[in-house]
């Protein structure tokens, strides 16, 4: 049963992402009357699936955290009356390959078998992690009283406020500071692989290396696959996630539309009043009257759909922004003689201690298990992408011609873990940023929010709250930042803003 609100207002949603629809769901069950709009052809965004000849690929997120008792998703899933997903733990949650090494290091579930391997792969190293660990569960307690990152009203502040005690305190002197700054303290900073560790595991969690992620963020980032924490590998596919947020929607009253594209939000007398909207179908075009608009997009997108209305400070932060990361995927569907024995689910391999983590270089991999829905009986799908430049994908002349090279570079590095023989081969499909852009409208195909500096980390980044009344923001460019866990908590944040101030 929905809870009935008692002005019944109107709440359009621009984006079936996860941050979207969860957002749409907790609205349509506090009775607002919530429609969503998404230009795809299937809801989930980055965390959708495609299928092709018997095989489901996840397009982009493999993994998922917030699933354990007390975890974002359980309390949002709780909330709404629907059942999580049927998941087994990643376990380890990843095996990390660097140049020239055979053995992995495996990032256990149990803290003792990582501490134990970490002490066996990074010696002298232990009083760095210590204080990780001490600086991940003030924030961790922190974060669990829900505070609102960044406050823009006396009530935000005062959500903030709340959450603090005593025992948070330690991350105080930490505010400002990143990894590296961290390493070169304790002195670790010229240890080669453990710096290239970090690199490799913080390029996928917060965009960027050591250098520059922010270290309480990082402190998360690198603890939450522990238990009682952890990261999860659904059952069928991350498809799940979306269809059950979609059920949980329909069943309170509201409303998802694909194939309609948000050309612009409307702004009069300072405060929102609606979208235009495009069925692509039929080209039909109309103006959706809403009270409160919410956008489940980049600030990028944000800023272009406003046009002139983006508040001019606003859009001068937007366009100072570093250069977002876009995202090159290989898709293939194998048999399951291509998979070594007890491969792990997730895998991370750097080839090059001298390139960069990314443009194939750095390949992040997942792989699906027997029984776990994305391939046929004795098949499997290997999912593996690398971080790439957004601007060298622009060109048409040579867009073709790069895919290919990526593929085939791709493939062939893969090749020296998997027994790709043309055999075991089944279906081979790439993605590039041009196809994320055009599948999730994410501006030039950006993916992973904006990184975790220290200057967009939590109280400095991006509120859902924006200048303009009655327009939010929800997904991994605000806080927390990226993951399926991430862009829900945002969503459980805008939801308790917008309550709070009808």
């Not at 929607?249 to 409307?266: A, N, P, S, Y």
């Not at 750097?350 to 390949?363: F, M, R």
């Not at 043309?422 to 081979?428: D, F, I």
Request: glycine fraction near 10%; include cysteine.
């Amino acid at each position: 049963m929905a809870v009935e609100h008692s002005l019944q207002k109107r709440v359009v949603v621009v984006g079936a992402g996860i941050g979207g629809l969860t957002t749409a769901a907790l609205l349509a069950h506090r009775g607002y009357e919530t429609l969503v709009f998404d230009q795809a052809y299937v809801p989930g965004g980055c965390a959708s699936t495609f299928k092709r000849r018997g095989f489901t690929f996840d397009v982009g997120a493999t993994q998922v955290a917030g699933l354990e008792l007390g975890g974002v998703h359980q309390q949002i899933f709780e909330t709404l009356n629907i059942p999580l997903p049927e998941a087994s733990c990643c376990d380890p949650a990843c095996a990390v390959y660097l140049p020239n090494e055979s053995t992995p290091i495996s990032v256990w579930r149990d803290p003792e078998a990582w501490q134990a391997e970490r002490q066996r792969q990074f010696p002298q190293s232990e009083p760095f992690w210590q204080l990780l660990k001490t600086l991940f569960q003030a924030s961790w307690r922190f974060q669990s009283r829900q505070p609102v990152l960044p406050p823009r009203n006396l009530w935000d502040t005062w959500q903030m406020m709340s959450a603090l005690r005593p025992d948070t305190f330690i991350t105080v002197p930490f505010t400002f500071s990143t990894v590296g700054q961290l390493l070169k303290a304790f002195g670790l900073y010229g240890d080669r692989r453990l710096k290239t560790f970090l690199d490799m595991q913080l390029k996928l969690y917060s965009q960027v290396g050591v250098d520059e992620t922010a270290l309480l963020y990082a402190a998360t980032a690198l603890s939450v696959s522990q238990s009682p924490q952890g990261l999860f590998h659904l059952q069928g596919s991350m498809q799940v996630l979306s269809d059950r947020l979609v059920a949980a929607l329909e069943r309170d009253g509201g409303k998802l539309l694909m194939r309609h594209t948000v050309e612009q939000i409307h702004v009069e007398n300072g405060q929102t009043t609606g979208v235009t909207v495009r069925n692509q179908k039929t080209g039909e075009a109309w103006t959706e009257a809403a009270d409160i608009v919410v956008g489940n997009v980049t600030v990028q997108d944000l800023v272009q759909l406003l046009g002139e209305k983006a508040p001019a400070g606003y859009r001068q932060r937007v366009d100072t922004l570093e250069e977002s990361s876009g995202a090159f995927v290989v898709y293939l569907g194998v048999d399951q003689a291509a998979i070594p024995e007890n491969c792990p689910p997730h895998l991370q391999f750097l080839y090059d201690y001298d390139g960069p983590i990314g443009e194939n270089n750095s390949l992040f991999v997942s792989v699906s298990r027997p029984g776990d829905g994305r391939a046929p009986e004795g098949k499997a799908t290997i999912i593996a992408s690398s971080f790439t430049d957004l601007g060298q994908w622009r060109s048409p002349k040579t867009y073709s011609t790069l895919k290919q090279e990526y593929t085939n570079t791709a493939i062939e590095k893969l090749g020296r873990y998997f027994d790709l023989s043309p055999e075991n081969v089944v279906h081979v499909e790439a993605g590039t940023p041009r196809t994320f852009e055009r599948f999730t409208g994410r501006d030039r195909g950006a993916v992973g929010g904006l990184g975790m500096r220290v200057k967009t980390f939590g109280p400095f980044g991006f509120a859902n709250r924006t200048p303009i009344p009655n327009l939010w923001l929800v997904g991994d460019c605000t806080h927390p930042g990226e993951g399926t866990a991430g862009v829900s908590y945002s969503a459980l944040t805008a939801v308790r803003q917008i309550a709070a101030q009808d």
